[in-house]
């Protein structure tokens, strides 16, 4: 991606969980804020490096995860949040995440660029990355973003073209 260093990044969506992500993390990760971020987004720089290879892996060895720009993973505040609320915040976190993953849809085709969800992924090699020991956080949906590659075997037709129209 322009601008960034290649690595890992982890973006957190709300302030007042920075303390608990990192005390959740491996605590040799160093949180450098990601050179140039606007203030208001916690993107913090976490490790240097060519990730697209671990990120092919971890991904059920799809290169899509490691072709594109970027590629994430949702992690979501797990055992704390089921014990306080109940299990069927279990099927809630996934809608989230869905819904997460809709707005990256959206915002990518929007950029220029497009975004594949990816359901098939080895969770406990994500969690190992990081230096998630447990079940505080867990990784419950993959995205990937960058550019297309049509796939010209596709067709595009009309609803019901197949049915004879009335006049
Ligand atoms: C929950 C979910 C999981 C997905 N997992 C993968 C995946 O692991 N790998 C992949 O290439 N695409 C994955 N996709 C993307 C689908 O392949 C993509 O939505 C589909 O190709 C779109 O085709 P359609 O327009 O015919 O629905 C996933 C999509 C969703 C919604």
């Not at 601008?3 to 920075?18: A, C, E, H, I, Q």
């Not at 704390?80 to 976190?93: F, Q, S």
């Amino acid at each position: 991606m322009d601008g960034l260093s290649p690595g890992l990044y982890v973006l957190v969506r709300d302030t007042k969980k920075l303390a608990f992500l990192q005390q959740a993390m491996n605590p040799e990760l160093t949180w450098t804020t990601a050179p140039g971020c606007p203030e208001d987004l916690l993107l913090y720089w976490l490790l240097e490096g060519d990730a697209r290879k671990l990120a092919v892996q971890v991904s059920c060895h799809q290169d899509i995860a490691g072709d594109s720009a970027f590629s994430l993973g949702m992690l979501a505040e797990f055992e704390g949040t089921l014990r306080e609320r109940g299990a069927w915040w279990y099927p809630r976190m996934f809608w989230e995440s869905g819904l997460l993953g809709q707005v990256l849809y959206l915002e990518a085709e929007a950029a220029g660029v497009r975004a594949t969800g990816i359901g098939c992924f080895f969770d406990d090699p994500v969690h190992e990355i990081v230096g998630i020991t447990n079940v505080a956080l867990q990784s419950l949906y993959h995205f990937t973003i960058g550019g297309p590659v049509e796939d010209q075997r596709l067709q595009t037709l009309p609803p019901y073209h197949h049915l004879p129209r009335h006049s």
